[in-house]
């Protein structure tokens, strides 16, 4: 039987077809045409197709959602928002606000280092000197797809983590600050651990530190990224704590 107009199609098959739309689409042209495709793109149903479609959750899943529209935005947007992070690059995308010493360098991992290093994917590092050595991303959330309302009524969880070791031969300190900063720059979260002092002849291994941001005040719209170190032997080369894999993400991980 042929169809005449789209809207006379069954719900599940409109509710299909509007599950391989782009969302923004939905949301931005197809919510607009008429109560029918607005009511349905509403419909938390096809929120959670969508999810299962993109693999942003199984199956089986068992987690409660508040929102799954929200939910699948958040999917959608979760990655690290840091550029750069294991120095592939070398020093793009980063600000280096203090270069003593001999300044950073970035280094490759030795085999030995890599079959240490959690990750296979971390090849390189970056290293400080003897003095202290410190450098910075700001992560724009708008530029990086989220928009205003979504960070103030949603405040999702936001995740730091960095790595960091020092050397077996040398003592060193490594240092992180992390801001959450509204729209003129003012702190509105800060995570600033005490220094992390390793003495000499440690064990070298990589540490790992993390923190997650919840409950912040609304109007956060930068996130302000420092870390870096000094060795305190004061070594002339490249002596200081060695960090890499750096990120901050946005909302629920992938499962």
Known sequence: MAVGNINELPENILLELFTHVPARQLLVNCRLV??????????????????????F??????????DWKIFYFLRSLHRNLLHNPCAEEGFE????????????????????????FPSDKVKKYFVTSYYTCLKSQVVDLKAEGYWEELMDNTR????????????????????????????????LGTFQPDPATIQQKSDAK???????????????????????????????GWYGPRVTNSSITIGPPLP
């Open 34 to 55: 008429c109560s029918l495709w607005r009511d349905l793109i509403d419909l938390v149903t096809l929120w959670k197709r969508k999810c299962l479609r993109e693999g």
């Open 57 to 66: 959750i199984t199956e089986d899943w068992d987690q409660p959602v508040a």
């Open 93 to 116: 995308f980063w600000s280096l606000d203090v270069n003593g010493g001999d300044e950073w360098k970035v280094e490759d991992l030795s085999k030995d280092q890599r079959k240490e």
């Open 156 to 187: 999702p969880d936001i995740e730091v983590k960095d790595w960091f070791a020092a050397r077996p031969d040398c003592g060193s300190k490594y240092q992180l600050c992390v801001q959450l900063l509204s729209s003129a720059h003012a702190p």
């Open 206 to 236: 990589w540490r790992e530190v993390s923190h997650t941001f919840s409950n912040y005040p609304p109007g956060v719209r930068y996130i302000w990224f420092q870390h870096g170190g000094v060795d305190t032997h004061y070594w002339a």
